[in-house]
Nanobody, 120 residues
C-alpha cells in the first residue's frame, strides 16, 4: 500500500529548529529520490529539497544553508532538519517523489502534511 505520513511540525519561535519526518510506504519510494514540499497560506505548493538514494541533495536558494534533508533507506524514512527558521517558512510541509518522478509515475497521492508555524 502506498502511503506517506509526515510528522514533526509545530509552533516555533524565529530562529528555532524543527526536525520533520516522513514515513513512506510502498516500493516506489524505496527506488527513487524523495523530496520535501511546502505550501504556505494562499500560495502554491513548492518543492524545497530533494535527496537521492545515494544521499545527494538539492535545495531551493531560500533554504540553502538552513535546511538539511536526509533519508534512511532501510526503513524508507525521509527527514528535514530545519534550522534558523523564519516566519516565511510557515507552511504545511509534505514529502513525496520529486516533481519529475511524480510526472513519470503519474503520482497523485499526498499525505496530510505537517504544519510548521514560525512566530516572529
Amino acid at each position: 500500500q502506498v502511503q506517506l505520513v509526515e510528522s514533526g511540525g509545530g509552533l516555533v519561535q524565529f530562529g528555532g529548529s524543527l526536525r520533520l519526518s516522513c514515513a513512506a510506504s510502498g516500493g516506489i519510494f524505496s527506488i527513487n529520490a524523495m523530496g520535501w514540499y511546502r505550501q504556505a497560506p494562499g500560495k502554491s505548493r513548492e518543492l524545497v529539497a530533494t535527496v537521492t538514494l545515494g544521499g545527494g541533495t538539492w535545495y531551493i536558494d531560500d533554504v540553502q544553508g538552513r535546511f538539511i534533508i536526509s533519508r534512511n533507506n532501510a526503513n524508507n524514512t525521509v527527514y528535514l532538519l530545519m534550522n534558523n527558521l523564519k516566519p516565511e517558512d510557515t507552511a504545511v510541509y509534505y514529502c513525496n517523489l520529486p516533481e519529475r518522478q511524480m510526472r513519470m509515475y503519474k503520482m497523485d497521492l499526498w499525505g496530510k502534511g505537517t504544519l510548521v508555524a514560525v512566530s516572529s
